[in-house]
Structures are given as C-alpha cells and as structure tokens.
C-alpha cells in the first residue's frame, strides 16, 4: 500500500510539472504573439477578415437644370506604402513596378523620402488594384503598404461646359470653374470605418446593418440653371463658327431674361476637365466673366436708352448725316465712312451710325452717360456664383474729355465682359429691370434635402416701361431691316443690335491694326423674351462684321433653341421674302483710327443654314436653283436639303461637311450636281 500511494503520488507530481510546463508554454506563446508579433498578426487579421477605412467621401455631383449629371465622382483605391517598415526595399519596388507602371527607381525613391507614409501611386484602376491586393497577401508585404479609398472626379460629357465646371485637382481640391468657386459644400470629408466581409469582399455580420453613406455636412449636390442641351447648341455652332471664320476665341452666353438664368456659357477653344493637364492655362479661363474689351455697337443699345429716357430724342427724329464728325479734333465716321443724309433717329439705330450716337453721346454728357452705364451694370462684377469675375472699365464723369464722351457713345473708351453686355440686354427684355444673375439653381444636402435655392433677384430699373418698349421696337427694326438681319428666324420676331468694335492691343496703347471684335447681342421672341444671347467672335480673319459672322450664328442658335422649348411661332413665315442680298455692316471709328470702307457684293449672299433650308423648299419648281450652304451638315442633312431644293451632291469622306465644289448663294441650273467633302 505504501509503495502504490508514494508511485500514486510521483504521478501526481510529474503530472503537476507537465501541466505547469505547458501553462508556463502557453504563457510565453501568449506573451510572444501579443507583445511581439501583435501589431503585425492583428494588422493581418484585420486585412483578412474586413476592410479599415480612412477615406475621403465622394464629392458632390454638379447636375444641370433637369438632373442630368455635369460632374460626378467614384470611389477609387490609392496605394501608399510605410517606407520605416520596408524589410527588403528593393525586393518590394521590383515586385511592385509592372503593377503600378512606374520604374524601380521611381518606387525606390518614394521608399526613401522615410517616414510612415508615402503615396506610391493614387487612384488605381480596379484591375491594378486586385493585382497589388493578391500580391500583398502572396508576399505578406501587410506591414508596410496598404491602401486608402479617394473620391476620383469624372466629367462624362467631357468638353460640354468645361469652363463653367471648371477641375479638380488629385488632393479633391477644385481649382477652376463651379468646382472651385463650391469646394467647401461640395468637397468630400474624411472619415474612419472598419466594414468586416468575407473571401470575397461581401459585407458580413454588423456590417450589413450598418449605415456607411456620408451623413455629414459636405458632399452637397449643386444643381446649376445650364441647361445641358441648350449648352450643346451653342457649343456645336460655336464650333462651326471657329471652323468658319478662323477666330482667336468665340463666346456665348444665352440667359433667361424674366429670371436671370444662364441658360448656356461656352468659349472656343476649350479644353477636357477629364485631362485638364494637357491643355494650355489660358484655355482654362471663363471668357464670359474674365474676358474684357470695347463692346463697340452693341452697347449703342444702352446710348439709344439714355437717350430715349432723357427726353433727348424721339424715334421720328430728324437728323443730318455728314458722314462724319470732328471731336477734340478726333474724326469719327460712320461705318462706311459715307453720308447716310437725312436720317431719322430709328434709321440712326437700325444703320448704327457713329455720327448720330456721337453727337447724341455729347449732349447726354458724361455725367449722364456714366450714369446709365452703371444703372445697366457696367463698371461694377454682376455677382454670379464664379470665380475670376472681371468689372470691366469705366471712366469718372470728372475725367471725360468730349472726345470720350463721344466714342464711348459709340460704344469704345468701355470696357465690359460678355456677362454684363447680355445681362444689359436683358434688362431691355425685361420692361427694364436688371436682374443678377444666376448659375447655381438650387445646392442639396448629402441626405437630398435642400440647402438652398436661388430666386429671382430684382437689382435696379433701368429705364421706364415706356421707354423700354420704344428701343425694344427700334431694337426689332435692327433685326428686321437693319444691320442685324442675319440674325432673323423664320416665324419670330428677334431683336437685337451687332457690333464690330477695333481690338485694343495686349499691352494696352492703342488699336491692334487688322484686328476687330465681332458681335452680336439680342433676345426673342420680342413679345415675351424667353432667350437673350450674345454672341462675340474675338479677332476672326477675313470678313470681321458683326452682322455678317456673329448675327448667323446667333441667327442658327435662336432658331434651334426656339423648336427645343417649343415656342410657338408667332407670326406667319412670308415664304415669298425676298432673300438678303447682304448683311449691312457696322463698324466704330474713333480719334486717327479708320474701319475700312465695306461695299455690300452684288451677288446674292445665303441667310442662315436654317433659313436657306426653309426657303428653298419654296424654289423646287424654278428652273435655276439658289446653292445652299452645306457646311457643317452631316451627309444625311446634305442630302435631305439637297432634294428638298431639286440640287444632287456628290460626297466624299465622313463626318460633317467642311467644303462645297459650287459656293453657297450662287444660282445654278435645277438638276446640278455639287461635291460636297465632309470630314470628322
């Protein structure tokens, strides 16, 4: 019995020893993976199991007037590694480089900027990211890269209002444009998460329930009042345009006038928000805001107002036109440098002539016509939601010699943006009310309710109600007989007044000589004003008239946009009018400069494309057929016009018209056969 209970006991103490060295094992394994492998184990772990988050939520979308998407952005990866946990740095940039397409050294020179973090390469493609993800687990390289989620911004109508949205930089920073002038409602914010999934990265326990969408205070939506096709209208003829005329730069800005809305902002030549980098800083400017020169004729139209409203003349007027007049012994002339004779006040307006505005200019005073110029908002920033807005130029009353006095009557010693000339017009078209206006329609919270909405805001009126309807009607006699008949539409009534102004020099002194800003800035239908435009084409070659290169287009985007919101006609189109022979030209000359002398051509001109495709319906039974304009047409759109006026085309190429063998305008027999190259 002894010797079992000592054996029993030796058992029990050999096995209180096994269990105190597997306690003491277990202890020290314990020990050893918590304190030494723990940071690396529960950084694996966590990789395995979820995802950790410190991201940046995705920047608000930027929508046009009906919803449709401008701006919009996706979550992306971006690779950054820990250079002070690096085991082996070469080993690391050689199994990373075909991965990330950068070059070893590259990788290598990243490693060695030191620290906890180091950007290697950001907003990956989902492919680059699945690579680099097998190859950290296949590699364990968990410890010193990792990933962090960044918003990428898309612009999925790329060139479409480039310069009204302006960019963003790689840090969600805007830089240009509505994304700058919005970045602190529209930025995304960081924010930390941690989201568990499986194998195959499904969310997994809480984390089906858990809410991840941003509930912060950013990341707004911003709604503008660009309408996305209206803007597509004018960016496609303001293309056409370059292509015809071969300018420097093209602008046009299409505004509601009842409310202030720009309907429509673009310039020529611009540039891709998708890739901003490759293009020329210059490009990236917003013309219609920061863009500032004489407005020549067009601003006649804020000079015939004062006038109107000062009582000084009537539209039955009577002047005397000598052609010419002198001014502090500077000459200013007419257009055309003739005697229009004995003229009436509207005829002065409808021919735009210098000598009359000249003269009308010096008996308003400088006081007077400061006055006016502020009261339609020249000299001063409109106000609208973007960056870069110039104020333009105006003299102090004190300061006006007779000889300023005079030319900036006409429209010279000026200076304003394409913003604040149609935002004038509008007044006009608005009983006389000036509006500011607006591009920002409405800007949403995160969550979708409102944070704020734009309303109609009343600045000042300009002239009386009366007044106003009398240059309205001298307005509509521009387009309907006068210098702007180019810019006519078939069925509408269209008011508005061109402009040919001489183009100052870079630096400054004086004119440019050969080098002239074409213009044309108006509004439609005249019995209820849905649409004021302007139209400027800055430096084009060869012919440089307001009526006859800006007023066809704003002639074409009047008409196009007219049938887009469904306006009615308003009057019967005469099928029997007799087509323009030629534009009348309008020019400015102040002080020694001179406009050259225009002489309208005796052959027959085309009016606008529309146009031409319209009467000509009317001339299939003539034996001679008037030569319509193809260019710019798609050969489906040849061919149709081509039949419909009793002509066949020979074509070559694809895409769009951009040459005819036969010019537009001339008259050929009924049956011929005109070669029509079309390119993209």
Known sequence: MDKHRIKLQLNIVRLVAVMLLAILIIIFRYAWLQLVQGSELAERMRYQVGQD??????????????????????????????????????????DLAPLVRKSEEDILKDIGIGGGFVWIKRRLEQSEYEAIRKMIREKNYFSCLGFRDEAKRYYPNDVLAANVLGFVGTDDKGLDGIEQAFDKYIKGEVTESFLYTDTRDRPILESIFDRHGYQGERCKTIQLTIDSAIQFIVEQELDRAMAENDPVAVTCVAMDPKTGEILAMASRPTYNPNRFWDYDPEIWKNRAVSFVYEPGSTFKTITAGAALQENIVTPGQIFVDPGYVMVSGMRIQNWNGASFGTVTFADVVKQSLNTGFALIGLELGGEKLIKYAHLFGFGDVTGIELPGE????????????????????????????????????????????????????????????????????PVRKTIDPATDKTLVGLLEQVVATGGGQKAKVRGYSVAGKTGTAQKIRADGTGYAEGSYIASFCGFGPVENPRIALLVMIDDPSGVFYGGQIAAPVAGRIFSQIFRYMRIEPSETPNDDEEEISADVGEGDSAGTSSIPTYTPPKVETPAPAESVEEKTEDLTDSTEIVVPDFRGKSIRESARLANNVGLKIETSGSGFADSQSISPGAVVPRGSVIKVNFNP
């Open 390 to 457: 110039e104020a333009g130029l105006l003299y102090s009353p004190d300061e006006m010699v007779e000889s300023d006095i005079a030319t900036m009557a006409i429209g010279q010693s000026i200076a304003v943006t394409p913003l604040q000339l149609v935002r004038a017009m509008s007044a006009v078209a608005n009983d006389g009310v000036l509006l500011k206006p607006h591009i920002v329609k409405m800007i949403k919270n995160a969550n979708g309710s409102t944070y704020s909405e734009t309303q109609v805001e």
């Open 53 to 94: 988050y410190l991201v940046q939520s995705p920047r608000g979308a930027i929508l046009d007037r009906n919803g449709r998407e401008l701006a919009a952005s996706t979550m992306t990866k971006s690779l950054f590694v820990d250079p002070n946990n690096v085991q082996n740095a070469q080993q690391l940039a050689k």
